[in-house]
């Protein structure tokens, strides 16, 4: 049996306790634009969305976007857009089937109907997982890269957009010329000040070639700064084998996640958005707290367990961990970067710390550590550069910050497959010896800021770093 509409209420009744749907998924208009449709969005937005919906009903059916690759559309289309959520800590597991999903488009074939998508007026908000590198923004000045190939192509031409903002432009200027209300767009991205950066970049992109456009993004958009928190190992073809063996039907694109979620949204919507906050979310007045405990704890030591992982063999998050090395460092990293931010009382940084080792000793997911080491270009300036900063403000140097950069070095000069949009450049770091590949890389000023690269004592402790590691 394949999962499809017309088998849900077969599940129902198959003996394993599955979650279903609760409402009519034919009478659900779209209301949210989702783009960059992978294993993250299906296991966090679109399952926030299901619980809003389950509980409150409401016009929230998603339209997911693909920007370049059809394999999604492609595996949810014949299964009616619905796909299995496993949620899996060590031998406990449960399935829910998530409904929220109107259809998938691909950008790259259907530009136009994705256009429409997000100029659709029964659509309020556009979400967005497009990763770090999405948003054209230069990581040292914070600014429009408009030399950046898709980005140059779309500001240079009126053809078919390969952009997210040069999609977002397009049907932004359809809502101002039809004159419909704004949207609220809320990136989802493990970036710092996420809201505010796809802010910064739309609006320097419009303005390039319409001013006025963005005079009006400015004034009737809003774009609330997000933290967002679930471990979504990419789904592979052994998993989804594996489902169909384990429950009694056969879904080509399930999702496996753990069962912790969080996802903290600065109250600043430009129209309705789903109940979202009775259903798990948080909608707070400020989220930088939230955002730079997580970028700085959790995100930067996946960073690191995923380096040191690939320069010890370890193949997941969950094996690397057991590694009394590894796990230390990434104890006394987490403590390191503690003092750089201030938490809301509701929120104790030691329980955050302890459920965060937890979490990553989770067995149930396969978080492979090559998966964490992509992007690290795009990665580390979030989640390492502000803990250095903040520690050579005051003097010190911060050892484990600089392991995890010795780390990331070991594993540019090593064997691995470097995927990462600087992977040209960050080649350079393989010649010469140690210290002249950390000066290499410390050089780099589209990751490192002056106030580092130019710091004596970090480049000295990246290399002590690098000899512990036996690099
Ligand atoms: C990970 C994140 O791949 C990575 O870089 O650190 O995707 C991490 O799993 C999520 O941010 C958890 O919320």
């Not at 039809?178 to 767009?185: A, E, F, I, K, Q």
């Not at 990136?187 to 320097?204: M, T, V, Y």
């Not at 990665?379 to 392991?403: G, M, T």
């Given at each position: 049996m394949k999962l499809c509409n017309d088998t849900l209420t077969a599940l129902a009744s198959n003996g394993r306790d599955i979650v279903l749907p609760e409402y009519d998924r034919a009478s659900i208009q779209p209301g949210i634009v989702h783009l960059g449709v992978g294993a993250f969005h299906r296991a966090h937005q679109a399952w926030y969305t299901e619980a809003a919906m389950n509980r409150f009903g409401g016009n929230w059916g998603i339209i997911g976007v693909s920007l370049r690759r059809p394999a999604m559309r492609d595996a949810l289309a014949p299964q009616d857009n619905l796909y299995s959520l496993v949620t899996r800590r060590d031998a406990s597991e449960r399935c829910q089937i998530i409904g929220a999903l109107n259809k998938v488009l691909v950008a790259s074939e259907q530009p136009d109907a994705v256009i429409e998508a997000l100029a659709a007026p029964t659509v309020h908000v556009i979400t967005l997982t497009v990763t770090e590198k999405g948003y054209g923004l230069d990581a040292a000045s914070g600014t429009l890269n408009i030399n950046q190939d898709d980005i140059a192509h779309d500001l240079n031409n009126n053809g078919t957009p390969q952009s997210t903002l040069g999609f977002l432009t397009r049907a932004l200027a359809l809502r101002q010329q039809?004159?419909?209300?704004?949207?609220?767009?809320?990136?989802?991205?493990?970036?710092?000040?996420?809201?505010?950066?796809?802010?910064?970049?739309?609006?320097?992109?419009?303005r390039v070639n319409n001013r006025l456009l963005a005079d009006w993004i400015d004034q009737h958009c809003r774009f609330p700064n997000t933290m967002v928190d679930r471990i979504v190992p990419a789904t592979t073809d052994t998993a989804i084998e594996k489902f169909s063996g384990n429950y009694s039907f056969a879904d080509g694109a399930p999702v496996f996640t753990e069962p912790f979620s969080q996802w903290v949204i600065e109250r600043n919507f430009a129209g309705p958005v789903p109940p979202w906050d009775k259903v798990g979310a948080q909608f707070v007045d400020d989220v930088t707290p939230f955002e730079a405990a997580k970028l700085r704890t959790l995100n930067a030591s996946h960073s690191l367990v995923a380096y040191l992982g690939c320069l010890e063999g370890h193949t997941s998050v969950a094996q690397a961990i057991k590694d009394n090395f590894i796990r230390d460092a990434v104890i006394a990293?987490?403590?390191?970067?503690?003092?750089?931010?201030?938490?809301?009382?509701?929120?104790?940084?030691?329980?955050?710390?302890?459920?965060?080792?937890?979490?990553?000793?989770?067995?149930?997911?396969?978080?492979?550590?090559?998966?964490?080491?992509?992007?690290?270009?795009?990665?580390?300036?979030?989640?390492?550069?502000?803990?250095?900063?903040?520690?050579?403000?005051?003097?010190?140097?911060?050892?484990?910050?600089?392991?995890?950069?010795?780390?990331?070095?070991?594993?540019?000069?090593?064997?691995?497959?470097?995927?990462?949009?600087?992977?040209?450049?960050?080649?350079?770091?393989?010649?010469?010896?140690?210290?002249?590949?950390?000066?290499?890389?410390?050089?780099?000023?589209?990751?490192f800021p002056a106030t580092i690269a130019d710091h004596p004592g970090i480049a000295d402790q990246v290399l002590r770093e690098s000899h512990r590691l036996s690099l």
């Open positions: 039809r004159n419909l209300l704004g949207v609220t767009l809320i990136s989802c991205d493990n970036l710092s000040d996420n809201g505010r950066k796809l802010r910064i970049a739309l609006l320097q992109f419009a990293l987490m403590r390191e970067a503690e003092p750089t931010f201030t938490l809301p009382e509701s929120f104790p940084v030691d329980d955050y710390q302890r459920a965060l080792i937890e979490r990553f000793e989770n067995q149930a997911l396969e978080h492979r550590c090559e998966q964490i080491a992509m992007d690290g270009s795009q990665k580390i300036p979030q989640r390492i550069i502000p803990v250095i900063e903040w520690h050579i403000a005051r003097d010190s140097i911060p050892r484990y910050a600089c392991l995890t950069i010795a780390a990331w070095l070991g594993f540019l000069r090593s064997d691995h497959t470097v995927n990462d949009p600087l992977a040209d450049t960050l080649r350079k770091t393989k010649n010469g010896n140690l210290a002249e590949g950390i000066k290499t890389l410390l050089a780099m000023r589209d990751i």
